[in-house]
């Protein structure tokens, strides 16, 4: 193999190539291994690559069976199987919970029934946990997805004064998309290649795994990626689709706000395997109006598994950050319905977030970013000024406490994910990172058990994949973060130690972590059946408002961009610290003489405007030495400092591997 040639390249923000300084690092590539110019997923022939080819297309009864429609007679009686769950539920609840709570008064929770909760919540999530507890194969799980998502439209009846915008799609070419991730991981892959070890998806080597998940310290080498071994066009393009959801004015009751220019990028939950942004559109519509007239969301329809495994979606979050912030971007075509929505959008008034499955990959978005693309791009992107995990799953091998209990309350199926160290059970992380090979055979599963094993048991401990068990130094340099999880939340410790973490790598950042007492897994879809529900919207929203007021601080202290001050009974100074500015509360000014008639005093009264952040009711928070603003929400909405669950150095020590890797040194 000849000796590496120096690459004199970085990608720009549009896609094409610019001359480095003097003073840029050099990328070093292999002879013929990195060319900027030809079209990395396919061959000369115009054909993709070997791994993509080596495998047939599902059958017809396969690809039903993804599309969610049952027909063999397992999936039958599955449909029989839930129906008498479902019934037995309600049997249970009205003649053995309703009574025991009726003698103690309604002060003492059951096994179905929280006290705290009404009737009708107790109802819904006793018929929805029996139902769950059923599912067993991928064609349930996407029949169920299809019966949720046509149910919970409903509450779109509920919400006024929203536009909607479905269908809305573009063409994404792949191989422009990964330049900066394959620019950036030239020097990782060219060391395997130089030492000989094998990183061919069809026959990997030991090495190849390992530099999935390199060793800790400040000074990590970046994780290398994995390539997609999902289906693609044989002109190496796909495409993606989402929808707009934008707040308008309310003619009858005006908001007196400033029109918002937020565009918030939203992921959906799903396990990474069903639900669409249809089963989030109202959940986004009451968030754009609780932060103002003229919030926009994108809700993006990013490809699922286990049809397109890891990384994909990562890759489809990062051509619509480039479809909402750079439209002409080379890497994307739109049509003329994608161009209609005032594109492009200022990066600095760019919100990301997701609930579960899409928490966790709005939080490996950022990890995308900040370590795969910003080093190999220039400029650089402008990161978004805030994100929102609802319940995000950032421990994918199951490992914490929390994700182990079979708490009733608790209501989504799992196993969610298994231990690295055990091969036993059906779980929603394996369709993720391997796909399912009785249904879409590709390069990770189509070899065998053991194959596949390999496979999931060393993507399960990438940074990208379980951001919670990233080694040292992986999550520094991210945003203002705002996590929301709840005590009958399974992923509450995923949760919990993530933020931890998050808090420790970035101590100049705005760190906290909501949790909702006697709530559920993303209790924010369900409005309708909590008012915690609305309560955690409102504060996503006054964060959003808190995040955007610390850009514009830290942009007026540096001097650089434009932001429109905040009205305030005292100026801010660059001198004055960020912790000061949030301490200080405007407050209402009354003029000098006091003893003027009622009406004179009205005259003269100057109303200063309190941003909803800074009200007196938003907690700051408990700070744990990690720099995190740790709250407890009760279902009133008071707040008070403090944390729940298991202790963070437990979580710490639950990571599986750490102990063997321990061992084996």
């Given at each position: 193999m000849g000796k590496p040639n120096r690459l004199q390249t970085l990608y720009s923000r549009s896609g094409t190539d610019v001359p480095l300084g003097e003073k840029s690092p050099a990328i070093h590539v292999a002879n013929g291994a990195?060319?900027?110019?030809?079209?990395?997923?396919?061959?000369?022939?115009?054909?993709?690559?070997?791994?993509?080819?080596?495998?047939?297309?599902?059958?017809?009864?396969?690809?039903?069976?993804?599309?969610?429609?049952?027909?063999?007679?397992?999936?039958?009686?599955?449909?029989?199987?839930?129906?008498?769950?479902?019934?037995?539920?309600?049997?249970?609840?009205?003649?053995?919970?309703?009574?025991?709570?009726?003698?103690?008064?309604?002060?003492?929770?059951?096994?179905?029934?929280?006290?705290?909760?009404?009737?009708?919540?107790?109802?819904?999530?006793?018929?929805?946990?029996?139902?769950?507890?059923?599912?067993?194969?991928?064609?349930?799980?996407?029949?169920?997805?299809h019966f949720i998502e046509h149910m919970i439209q409903i509450e779109n009846y509920f919400i006024k004064n929203v536009k909607i915008t479905r269908g809305v799609q573009f063409k994404v070419n792949r191989g422009i998309l990964l330049r900066p991730e394959r620019a950036t991981l030239a020097v990782v892959r060219e060391e395997l290649r130089r030492k000989g070890f094998s990183d061919d998806p069809l026959n990997?080597?030991?090495?190849?795994?390992?530099?999935?998940?390199?060793?800790?310290?400040?000074?990590?080498?970046?994780?290398?990626?994995?390539?997609e071994v999902g289906s693609i066009s044989d002109d190496g393009t796909y495409t993606l689709k989402g929808e707009w959801i934008e707040a308008l004015d309310d003619p009858k009751n005006p908001d007196l706000r400033p029109r918002s220019k937020t565009v918030i990028l939203y992921f959906h939950g799903g396990a990474h395997v069903f639900c669409s942004p249809k089963t989030h559109t109202h959940m986004l519509a009451r968030l754009c109006k609780a932060v103002g007239p003229g919030t926009r969301a994108f809700s993006l329809d990013y490809r699922l598994a286990p049809?397109?495994?890891?990384?994909?979606?990562?890759?489809?979050?990062?051509?619509?950050?480039?479809?909402?912030?750079?439209?002409?971007?080379?890497?994307?075509?739109?049509?003329?319905?994608?161009?209609?929505?005032?594109?492009?959008?200022?990066?600095?008034?760019?919100?990301?977030?997701?609930?579960?499955?899409?928490?966790?990959?709005?939080?490996?978005?950022?990890?995308?970013?900040?370590r795969y693309v910003q080093p190999s791009t220039k400029p650089k992107f402008v990161l978004p000024h805030a994100a929102l995990l609802l319940s995000p799953w950032t421990d994918l091998s199951s490992s914490v406490p929390a994700a182990k209990n079979v708490d009733w309350y608790s209501y989504f199926p799992g196993p969610v994910g298994i231990s690295p160290l055990d091969k036993n059970a059906y779980n929603y992380a394996g369709y993720y990172l391997c796909g399912e090979p009785d249904l879409m055979l590709n390069a990770r599963n189509g070899f065998g058990v053991d194959r596949r094993w390999e496979w999931y048991s060393h993507l399960v401990q990438h940074p990208l994949v379980s951001a919670a068990h990233s080694v040292e130094g992986t999550m520094a340099g991210l945003t203002n973060t705002l996590v929301h999880t709840a005590t009958h939340d399974r992923l509450v410790d995923d949760s919990r130690l993530y933020a931890h973490r998050l808090g420790l790598e970035n101590p100049g950042r705005l760190t906290r972590i909501e949790i909702y007492k006697d709530m559920v897994h993303v209790h924010q879809v369900l409005p309708l059946l909590f008012k915690s529900a609305q309560i955690a919207i409102?504060?996503?929203?006054?964060?959003?408002?808190?995040?955007?007021?610390?850009?514009?601080?830290?942009?007026?202290?540096?001097?650089?961009?434009?932001?429109?001050?905040?009205?305030?009974?005292?100026?801010?100074?660059?001198?004055?610290?960020?912790?000061?500015?949030?301490?200080?509360?405007?407050?209402?000014?009354?003029?000098?003489?006091?003893?003027?008639e009622e009406e004179e005093v009205a005259k003269d009264v100057k109303v200063v405007v309190v941003p909803a952040f800074m009200q007196p009711t938003m907690v700051?928070?408990?700070?744990?030495?990690?720099?995190?603003?740790?709250?407890?929400?009760?279902?009133?909405?008071?707040?008070?400092?403090?944390?729940?669950?298991?202790?963070?150095?437990?979580?710490?020590n639950a990571w599986p591997l750490r102990t063997q890797n321990t061992k084996e040194e």
């Open positions: 990195f060319n900027p110019q030809q079209k990395p997923d396919i061959n000369q022939n115009g054909n993709p690559p070997p791994y993509q080819r080596q495998f047939p297309r599902p059958s017809i009864f396969q690809r039903a069976l993804l599309k969610g429609i049952p027909h063999r007679p397992s999936d039958i009686f599955f449909i029989f199987r839930v129906l008498t769950a479902a019934l037995w539920a309600v049997i249970r609840l009205h003649c053995f919970e309703l009574p025991y709570h009726f003698l103690t008064r309604f002060k003492k929770s059951s096994k179905q029934y929280p006290a705290e909760w009404t009737w009708w919540s107790s109802l819904f999530f006793s018929v929805l946990r029996a139902c769950g507890s059923k599912v067993s194969t991928m064609a349930q799980v996407r029949f169920v997805g990997p080597s030991e090495a190849f795994f390992k530099s999935l998940h390199p060793e800790g310290g400040p000074n990590a080498r970046v994780a290398n990626m994995p390539e049809e397109s495994p890891f990384p994909a979606a990562i890759h489809d979050a990062f051509a619509a950050y480039l479809y909402l912030t750079e439209p002409d971007h080379a890497a994307l075509t739109l049509d003329e319905e994608s161009a209609v929505h005032e594109l492009a959008v200022d990066p600095r008034d760019l919100v990301v977030g997701g609930d579960s499955a899409g928490g966790n990959l709005a939080a490996t978005f950022m990890l995308y970013m900040a409102n504060n996503l929203a006054r964060f959003i408002e808190r995040s955007r007021y610390i850009r514009d601080e830290h942009e007026r202290s540096s001097g650089n961009g434009s932001t429109t001050q905040l009205k305030s009974s005292s100026p801010v100074t660059p001198t004055r610290t960020f912790a000061a500015v949030l301490r200080k509360v405007p407050v209402r000014e009354s003029p000098a003489n006091q003893g003027e700051r928070g408990k700070s744990a030495g990690d720099g995190v603003e740790w709250v407890v929400v009760e279902q009133n909405g008071r707040e008070t400092a403090g944390d729940e669950g298991t202790a963070i150095d437990i979580l710490i």
